[in-house]
């Protein structure tokens, strides 16, 4: 009966091990279960501020091509005055050849 009583003694031994490496291994699973939760709320606030930038980006790059179009405006009633002075320039040259024929 001894040997009973002994194996029973070592299985005992081995079951409160197991017990105990089950809490163990239970405290551990909720730490990487919270760890998880904060991680997928700051890649849900990452995801929200990727999402805030990009929409700022495409403000800005509406507003830059906005300017670029008056920029462009600009350049382009720079063209004309400068097209009007030089029909202007020919009319005066032809007046003043019209006035020498005469």
Do not use: P, Y
């Not at 029973?8 to 699973?29: H, Y």
């Not at 990727?50 to 350049?75: F, H, N, R, W």
């Amino acid at each position: 009966m001894a040997s009973l009583s002994a194996q029973m003694d070592v299985i005992v031994g081995k079951t409160r091990n197991l017990i105990q490496l089950c809490e163990t291994l239970q405290e551990e699973n909720d730490l990487l279960r919270l760890e998880l939760q904060s991680m997928q709320v700051a890649f849900q606030t990452s995801k929200d501020k990727i999402t805030q930038l990009e929409e700022k980006l495409k403000a800005v790059a509406v507003a830059k091509s906005l300017e670029e179009g008056e920029v462009d405006k600009e350049a382009i009633n720079e063209k004309i005055l400068d097209t009007k002075q030089k029909i202007n320039d020919f009319v005066r040259e032809i007046d003043r050849c019209i006035n020498l024929l005469k």
